[in-house]
């Protein structure tokens, strides 16, 4: 049974950063793409970034392209979200993904495995 585990979250004032963690358990973490989601409270969940299985290829929405990194080591089964000069609007569960099928993509619908999410919030 493949599980996800992500930490790292919490309350950070507005251009701080904060890194969060996604650990895979259960399954062959080297031949997953893994993203990131966020979900607001009333909103829809969101992508964020993703990256290959080899960590060949990364993929940003625009809203946080150029603060927001995604990284992984294979050799930890982990996946990493580095988040800079945070904002606001940055406030969210966090949520990382798996795709088992090792595609690259920002649709929710893609990822068939998924954390049980962690708090970010960005106090002004």
């Known amino acids: 049974q493949v599980q996800l585990a992500e930490s790292g979250g919490g309350l950070v004032q507005t251009g701080g950063s904060l890194r969060l963690s996604c650990r895979v358990s259960?399954?062959?973490?080297?031949?997953?793409?893994m993203a990131w989601f966020r979900q607001a409270p009333g909103q829809d969940r969101d992508f964020v970034a993703a990256?290959?299985?080899?960590?060949?290829?990364?993929y940003l929405a625009d809203s946080v392209k150029g603060r927001f990194t995604i990284s992984r080591d294979n050799t930890k089964n982990t996946v990493y979200l580095q988040m800079n000069s945070l904002k606001p609007e940055d406030t969210a569960v966090y949520y990382c993904?798996?795709?088992?099928?090792?595609?690259?993509?920002?649709?929710?619908?893609?990822?068939?495995?998924w954390g049980q999410g962690t708090q970010v919030t960005v106090s002004s």
């Open positions: 259960g399954g062959t973490f080297s031949t997953y793409s």
């Open positions: 990256i290959a299985r080899s960590s060949g290829g990364t």
């Open positions: 993904a798996a795709d088992p099928e090792g595609v690259v993509a920002g649709q929710a619908e893609r990822y068939d495995y």
